[in-house]
Nanobody, 126 residues
């Protein structure tokens, strides 16, 4: 199982920028698609972004498209979520996740991911 640790969250104002980082411990990290999800209080965990194992393609949720970007550095076992133009509705706990099976694709469902980090809180004030 891949061990994941997120960092980079915080309290920011509307329009600010944050960069979340996710450090992975396991050597098969570079073979797995990696995703970012978020969960706001009282809501289900939702897909934010995913990146193919080789970084060759990505998929971004419509709610954050044009503002958020996902990237990875397989040499460092790192995944990043660049968040620009933050809005209060982006407030949530953000989770990094590694896909369960090596699909070679862009999974988006919570059930497609077998390893999760502990989450990092992002709060955007208006």
């Amino acid at each position: 199982q891949v061990q994941l640790v997120e960092s980079g969250g915080g309290l920011v104002q509307t329009g600010s920028t944050l960069r979340l980082s996710c450090a992975a411990s396991e050597h098969t990290f570079s073979s797995r698609a990696m995703g970012w999800f978020r969960q706001a209080p009282g809501k289900e965990r939702e897909f934010v972004a995913v990146i193919r194992w080789n970084g060759g393609s990505t998929s971004i949720a419509d709610s954050v498209k044009g503002r958020f970007t996902i990237s990875r550095d397989n040499a460092k076992n790192m995944v990043y979520l660049q968040m620009n133009s933050l809005k209060p509705e982006d407030t949530a706990v953000y989770y990094c996740a590694a896909e369960y099976q090596l699909s070679g694709g862009l999974p988006k469902r919570v059930g497609d991911f077998g390893s999760w980090g502990q989450g990092t809180q992002v709060t955007v004030s208006s």
